[in-house]
């Protein structure tokens, strides 16, 4: 039985005081995630500069984990802009997204780059949430399948069995993402097993079978339950959805 694991993107929104407003709400006050966090992993993926303010909110104990959005492959050094693994892990960031499709896109991340960091990340015990997904053209061209064969075969190259463990699969369509267009139940779930069967011939079917593979675009509480019903998807990565407390929360107990 996997745990589902709900996690929330916000992207490039929200600095240290709106983070702290969001985390006040959203977990300070008794009785709100009270049930749910046994019965879904939470966690939340702020900008760098307002992790401290995550991470003051609601202590390292919580229940709520959080997440980077990003990180270097490298662990010091002449790297302007970048930040490490062990900067992270000195903030108790638990996890981190790596190969959003933006950092793909805008961002010329390849599937070596997102590969050395996904390494990075497994060496220094964070839990990388691996992000994968096709573009319209690519789905309607026939290439759903070859696409994400490709990227997670290039994204875990190296990851032995152990590692795979700590590694959460996001599967988001890129055409989904930020569009309010969401995948059908169907084209979620076997995308979802598609992913799962490609994880089952890298490794091995127990592997396959305990990896959790969030789905991503556009999810929402009016969606969460009915795709989260689907026998291959256990859990969610939200954007939109995830940037007002109230909303959020909605979504988490529609999912569990
Ligand atoms: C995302 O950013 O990963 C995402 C899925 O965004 P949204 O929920 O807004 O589509």
Redesign the pocket.
Known sequence: MRKPIIAA?W?MNKGPRETEDFLNTFAGQPGKLDGLTGQADVVIAPPFVSLPAAVASLNSASAVAIAAQNMSDQDSGAYTGEVSAMMLKELYVRYVILG?SERRTLYGETDAVINAKIKKACESNLKPIF?IGETLEEREGGKLETVLRTQITGGLEGIDEKDMKEVVI?Y?PVW????GVVATTEQAQDAHAFVRSVVADLYSQEVADKVRIQY????KAANAAELLAQPDIDGG?????SLEPGSFLDLIKAAV
């Open positions: 993107n992207k959003h992000c996001a988001e989904a993402i930020g569009t991503g675009g556009s999810m990565l939200v954007g939109g959805a």
